[in-house]
């Protein structure tokens, strides 16, 4: 059984800085990149379509780490653990996610990669394609999970690009094992559909066992069941976990608990969406905000949408306005 | 008498990794800021600041660098002058000028103070200020000077930022000399109205004897003179510097050269003034971009107008949209 939590959520992802530059087609079909994917590159790589994008900007990011500042932002209490280095990237990172009130004590790691940083394309229709250095990130490993923090946590939040990497793996498993000998709750969320397809059977077994909270949009939740209709994968999802929370951009989510369902409108973005880095990150900030304070299951998905709408409205993957102040109304 | 020129423009001035946070009016008291102003910081000022400012996104910066990004985003043709540490802060700063379509070649120094960055804190006014950490800019000596490129250009562009560090004002003054040697002329920005209070007499000076083209706001024409009053300065200006381009923020500016005089109306910035970094620094881009391609002085009194406008549309001292393409209707 589980005593008082000290944090609502601790997160475990990769610690980065994103460089988001706009692109246009021609650029990502000249660099072979899929449109919405994200794809690991390595340092060289990452030298090269850097020398070939545009001028860019330097926002601290990390899938995890933006759904944690979300979380703050709606007043929630939050901590991060991912591995930076001692550089200026690492010093960056370090402060913006202190500074948005999410905690992370995790010192910088001395010599070894630079710190990770994401390349970030941004097309005219607002899609982003994602190119991932991971850095010092790449060496994060069960060492690395600060135990104290998880046991102190109600929920302990997972990304699925954690899995590309074998001692992050390692690291993933840890965690969820002391969350749950702690009588605590954890939650995944797929990242991305390619991730998916590169790990499908890890996936599937993990959602069965030992995933309590699902977050996925419908091109993940497709990829896991090897399925191409969204209501066919719904079917699947259903049997596994406590919770689903399944996102389809305008088109809503859905969120589903055994024979509880909640279909959720998206949130109007009245200038139109600028950027969608960080949709599905946010919609996780708020979701388990309401989950972890007592909110039903459809007044939490109603909040991941307001969140994600927000940080859909401009470019960059946090939160530029108080989601508690945009929230206020549909928490009265 | 000059010859043909390679560039229309080269620049000298800090090289600055932007770091833009929002701050409200009691952070700045309790920070002893002075709203609007730019306050030179140590590394352990900096350390401090940087430490209880918000969350913050980074854009490569620098008063001269940004103003010829948006030199080149009109089309001219932009060469920097200015000195980068070899870190994670410096390749970003050179990345995203040779990105925007500058020439920028100076190496990187190895060893010495890290690559500068200027703390910008925006106010819910849209009002910024400035604290400036030089780092490796602080070192920028006559040597750095690119005398090659000054004889090419048909513009030496400086910043009045450079005459707080004794050898940059050297390198100041070098370049001037070797411009007016090759026959070409020399621009001078007052940069901010605390920089003219403490240089004022080099700064009488230098209009008086070795500027050409004087771009300054209200502030600081009237702290180079003394007076409170605009007009008051504008009797003093006119007897000095071949063509003076003063700006008034949304009051518009006023251009004159002898006895030919512009008054040239802002441009409106329909979703309202976001963040004015920058704002000077692109009116002198459109404004030189004009001068060196044949304009009348009132074009490019509207050109500089126009980009400025787009600057203070959003954070971030650089264009996001094509200036050329924002002019083309003007220059039609």
Request: hydrophobic letters at 45%.
């Amino acid at each position: 059984m589980s005593g008082p939590a000290d944090f609502d959520v601790v997160g475990l992802g990769n610690a980065l800085v994103d460089v988001l530059a706009h692109a246009d087609d021609a650029f990502l079909a000249a660099h072979d990149r899929v449109k919405g994917s994200m794809t690991l590159i390595d340092a060289e790589q990452a030298e090269r379509l850097y020398g070939a994008m545009g001028p860019g900007i330097e926002v601290s990011g990390g899938s995890t780490a933006n759904s944690l500042v979300g979380l703050a932002s709606l007043g929630g209490r939050a901590a991060f653990v991912g591995r930076v280095a001692a550089d200026q990237l690492g010093a960056v990172f370090a402060h913006d996610i202190r500074a948005a009130g999410v905690h992370f004590a995790a010192p910088p790691a001395d010599g070894g990669p630079p710190t990770g940083r994401c390349l970030i394309l941004v097309t005219p229709d607002a899609e982003r394609t994602l190119n991932t250095f991971l850095g010092a990130a790449a060496e994060f490993g069960p060492e690395d999970v600060d135990v104290d923090l998880v046991r102190a946590a109600q929920v302990t939040y997972l990304e699925g690009y954690l899995w590309d990497q074998p001692r992050a793996k390692e690291a993933f498993r840890h965690a969820a094992r002391v969350a749950h000998d702690a009588g605590r709750r954890v939650a995944l969320t797929l990242s991305d559909s390619f991730c998916v397809e590169r790990h499908r059977a890890d996936f599937l077994a993990l959602v069965e066992h030992d995933v309590d909270i699902l977050f996925a949009n419908e091109a993940e939740i497709c990829a896991l069941y090897e399925v191409t209709d969204f209501d066919d994968a719904l079917q699947r999802v259903d049997r596994h976990c406590e919770i689903a929370a399944l996102t389809r951009s305008a088109k809503g989510s859905l969120v589903i608990s055994g024979s509880e369902v909640h279909l959720v409108d998206a949130v109007p973005v009245p200038g139109g969406v600028v950027d969608t880095t960080g949709a599905g990150d946010l919609y996780a900030a708020g979701f388990l905000y309401g989950l972890t304070h007592g909110y039903d299951l459809g007044t939490s998905g109603r909040l991941g949408a307001l969140a994600a709408a927000e940080v859909v409205s401009h470019l960059g993957a946090r939160p530029e306005t108080s989601l508690a102040v945009l929230a206020a109304d549909l928490l009265a």
